[in-house]
């Protein structure tokens, strides 16, 4: 495609670094032990000081994993720690917004480690403009691609400041392709989009049987007694083969949720609310939300499996509110129109 005029002065920055931003805090461990609880982590190279001290470490180093979120913004918008840059790495988003390319989405984020970061250490991170690409067409529309680079450094009182670890950050800036409404398709003769199915192996058959017979099976190890979602082909707890399944209620409470609003993607609803369910029984479930407008959703909430055909071949287990009414009742089956 032809190059624009307005895009000369946005590729000349192309290279342009833009200033620090600082972490809140130092690297500490109640924050390392948040995140391994809430990632499941049980590595005690991260938790256990005793541990950590025998190691090539000799002491307790935070998940790699975790780089990215020590300088996060604090609660409210752009509350960045003391120090930082006001400089904003996403202006060249808005210049090209400017030219009739409104939507943007995220489509790579690419972390690499250069080494452990040691509880103690004070990290801050700088910004690159690294690329935009040529105006491309894809299904979403058309549009340019745009590449931030984040280098992480720990800050050293003595000498030069470690890069610790780098962020590849890629979106694409577009314009949305035109939405072909319902109507529009089945007068065009244009098939009906069909909801994906899932992918099932020998690990997963029994939970989608039992979706079909409006049963929630969670696998159970034989071994050890404890219950893992998703299935697996050994038991995560104790790695033994022995694995059958048990049924749960059905029941739990809204641990954490997102609310998809871009792109649309039929024939899903949207906006598309996904919810990740404590079950009563101990193990977490990620499943679609039903029978709840997205902004009267909130965590904590009690919520209770619905098994909804969605496809003349495809049941799914969505979570809706548990009503008044429901409260002590048993699950519940309904087909989606």
């Not at 590729?11 to 620090?20: I, L, N, T």
């Not at 990632?39 to 180093?61: H, K, Q, R, W």
């Not at 403009?129 to 299904?139: C, H, L, N, Q």
């Not at 893992?228 to 409470?253: E, I, N, T």
Request: glycine letters at 8%; one cysteine or more; hydrophobic letters at 40%.
């Amino acid at each position: 495609m032809a190059e624009y005029e307005w895009l000369k002065p946005i590729r000349e920055m192309v290279g342009r670094e833009y200033g620090r931003i600082y972490a809140w805090d130092e690297v500490n461990p109640a924050m390392v032990r948040q995140w391994c609880e809430v990632m499941g982590i049980e590595n005690p190279l991260y938790t256990d000081a005793d541990y950590a001290a025998g190691s090539e470490f000799e002491s307790m180093v935070a998940p790699p994993s975790m780089l990215q979120s020590w300088c996060e913004a604090g609660f409210f918008r752009d509350s960045y720690a003391p120090g930082s840059t006001e400089e904003n790495p996403y202006t060249v988003l808005k210049l090209i917004e400017a030219q009739g390319y409104p939507s943007v989405v995220a489509v790579n984020s690419e972390l690499s480690f250069a080494r452990y970061v040691k509880m103690g250490e004070k990290l801050y991170y700088t910004t690159r403009f690294d690329a935009i690409s040529e105006e491309k067409v894809t299904a979403l529309g058309t549009g340019f691609f745009v590449t931030l680079i984040m280098s992480y450094f720990a800050q050293s009182a003595l000498g030069e400041d470690e890069k610790v670890g780098e962020l590849l950050f890629r979106v694409f800036k577009f314009k949305p392709a035109n939405p072909v409404s319902q109507k529009t398709a089945n007068e065009a003769g244009i098939p009906k989009i069909s909801r994906p199915k899932p992918g099932i192996s020998d690990d997963t058959a029994f939970f989608w049987q039992g979706c079909e017979q409006g049963e929630l099976r969670i696998q159970h190890c034989q071994t050890c007694d404890k219950l893992q979602h998703p299935p697996g082909p050994v038991c995560m707890h104790c790695q033994s083969f022995a694995l059958d399944y048990q049924v749960v209620s059905g029941r739990g409470k809204l641990y954490s949720f997102v609310v998809m609003h871009y792109p649309e993607v039929p024939p899903f609803e949207h906006p598309n609310p996904i919810g990740l369910i404590a079950l009563d029984e101990g193990v977490r479930i990620p499943a679609g939300l039903v029978d709840v407008a997205p902004d009267e959703l909130q965590i904590g909430m009690p919520v209770t499996v619905k098994f909804t055909q969605v496809e003349t071949d495809l049941i799914l287990p969505l979570f809706a509110p548990v009503t008044p009414e429901e409260a002590g009742g048993e699950t519940h089956s309904e087909q989606m129109s």
